[in-house]
């Protein structure tokens, strides 16, 4: 992940994500913890969620998002979490 503070947002993070296959990914992410260099879970366009969510592009305060880098909690892996799922 490449990371650069959102224009429009204190609270969110444009991240430029590497996904090892074709060109990277545009995401917003609102998590605490994301920074560049880390390896996360990764929900992509079309891909469906614990509890129903369908991910979709959307643009959140005029930013192109293209996923959503997951936390435990919105992978159904735990009733809390403290930010996205950082992976070795």
């Known amino acids: 992940i490449a990371t650069m503070p959102h224009p429009q947002a204190d609270k969110l993070t444009l991240c430029d ?7 990277h990914v545009k995401i917003v992410c609102g998590a ?3 920074r560049a260099g880390l390896k996360v879970a990764l929900a992509q366009i079309g891909e469906k969620l614990p509890g129903g969510l369908v991910i979709k592009e959307a643009r959140l305060r005029g930013e192109l998002s293209q ?16 930010g996205i799922m950082e992976l070795d």
């Open 17 to 23: 994500v590497d996904t090892g296959e074709g060109p």
């Open 32 to 34: 605490m913890n994301v």
């Open 67 to 82: 996923g959503m880098l997951c936390s435990l909690t919105e992978l159904g892996l735990s009733d809390s979490s403290e």
